[in-house]
Every structure is written in C-alpha cells, then in structure tokens.
C-alpha cells in the first residue's frame, strides 16, 4: 500500500514557475516509480511524468518536455513537479501517483487527492 498526498499548486499567471509537491509513504514507497499526472477540465486524466526509484531515470509527456522537471528526494519521501513557462492549457488537477508503463501507456494503481493548477492568461 502506497500513500500519497500533494501540496502546491493554486492559481498562478501565464508563464509562471510553480513547485508540486508530494509526499509519499509505505512499505515499498521509496523502491518504486513515482510520477504526474494531471486532468484538464472535462478531458481525461493524462500522463505528465515520471522517476524510477533511485531518480536517475525521468520520463516525461511531449507536451511538458523541456519545460517540467520531475525529481525526488526518498529521504524526505517527497516527489516534486517543478513546472515552468506555464500555459493556460496546463490548468488541470494534478495527481500524484506511483505509476507502471505498460502497453505503451502510463498506468497507476495508487493515487492522491490531487491539487489544483489554475493558469491566468
């Protein structure tokens, strides 16, 4: 079982550079990938990045290549989103997840509460 709570987020302007947060917890937390997603209003929940366990390996969507960066610290048990060069299509609720590739998709089994990322144009 995998716990997982997100903080940060909130309404920020177009080109804005704000910090997720989440931390984690659980038996087998710091061993396992731990990754983004997010879900636009009315739209799907979608990939946005992940980090293998020790954080040397990211992955990341194209939409957000080259301007988020996903990294963790396992010992503060805490995974970060730091989002840069905002859009107002990057407004959705993000959800922090333990996620597994699969069939060329992006999967978890394990979710948080999610936070809101409102982007003002």
């Known amino acids: 079982q995998v716990q997982l709570a997100e903080s940060g987020g909130g309404l920020v302007q177009d080109g804005g550079s704000p910090r997720l947060s989440c931390a984690f917890s659980g038996r087998t937390a710091s061993n396992i990938n731990m990754g983004w997603f997010r879900q636009p209003p009315g739209k799907e929940r979608d990939f946005v990045a992940a980090?293998?366990?020790?954080?040397?390996?990211?992955y990341y969507a194209d939409s957000v290549k080259g301007r988020f960066t996903i990294s963790r610290d396992n010992a503060k048990n805490t995974v970060y989103l730091q989002m840069n060069s905002l859009k107002p299509e990057d407004t959705a609720v993000y959800y922090c997840?333990?996620?597994?590739?699969?069939?060329?998709?992006?999967?978890?089994?394990?979710w948080g509460q999610g936070t809101q990322v409102t982007v003002s144009s």
């Open positions: 997840a333990a996620p597994y590739h699969g069939g060329g998709r992006w999967f978890s089994n394990y």
């Open positions: 980090i293998n366990w020790s954080g040397r390996t990211t």
